[in-house]
């Protein structure tokens, strides 16, 4: 017979110290500032501090000059804005051509857009050379479009001869009736590109499903379009159109290589007319104040689209 088993030892349940739960080693309480600062501290220096900088020399008489001294003048340079007809000529102007190159360049690239998204061959190719425009410096892009549009030399009128629709040549950037759509022309080509990957990528996320499920109820293509993707879209089509209007109303060196602000201020945009005030005339603290009331008039402007775009949605 065998010897019986020893019972295993009883074990008894841990006590309140083994119970305890470890401490969490705490960290310091800078480290989210440490970790953001190398991306904070450029916007700090190159966005915030020039803003800053700007707003204050408008509420001065600030000029060119060595030992000119700045004096304090509040708000006397928007007082004299106010009645500046010639400020108030070149926001209007600023004002035709944002808006005409803002929506130019959603029509463009919409239309684009819905091309470069069919299952075509060489699609790759198409989407590489779209974005060759964007890819160019303005004042390159300045430069290839004066040859464009020279009276004589130019491409355009060439083309223009050839087909017998003029006689002689025509000059795009010096005529009062031409110059403005000639270079609205010019800046919807060049943002163009920008605006189509934008909606091309809106494009893609939307379900296929859906417009399998538009066309099995006998929905057509633009039923589909307006009923289906342009829903989808409206987020993208917000944004993009924002970010668009706020780039082409602070726009600079295109127009400035193409006309100078000319012929007889007709395409002078409103940084354009900032510029010269500043750097021909050295009124600094006048030019400032062009800057901040530029600003504040887009910020209104684009609240006002964004809120009603978003009473849209609701």
Known sequence: MAPPTAAPPRTEPPG????????????????????????????VLFSVAPLLYGFYLSLTDARAGLNVDAGFVGLGNFA???????????FRIGLVWSVGVTALQLLAGMGLALL????LRLRWVARTLAMVPWAMPPVIVGLMWKLVYHPDAGILNAALRDAGLVSGGIDWLN??????????????????PQTTIVL???LQGVPRELHEAAQVDGAGVWRRF????????RTVITTITSLNFVWNMNEFALVYVLTQGGPGGRTRLPMLYAYEEAFRYG????????????????????????????REAE
């Open 175 to 192: 005529d009062f009736s031409y110059v403005l759509p000639a270079i609205i022309v010019v800046g919807v080509w060049t943002g163009m």
């Open 283 to 310: 009124f600094f603290g006048y030019a400032a104040a062009m800057g901040v009331a530029i600003v504040l008039v887009v910020l209104a402007v684009l609240g006002m689209y964004l809120r009603r775009r978003m």
């Open 116 to 119: 470069l998204d069919l299952d």
């Open 200 to 202: 091309l990528a809106g």
């Open 226 to 233: 307006r009923a289906v993707t342009l829903p989808q879209l």
């Open 80 to 90: 004299d804005l106010l009645a500046d007809g010639d400020f108030w000529a070149s």
């Open 16 to 43: 309140p110290a083994a119970r305890r739960p470890r401490r969490r080693q705490r960290t310091g309480g800078g480290t989210p500032w440490a970790l953001i600062a190398p991306a904070l501290v450029p916007v």
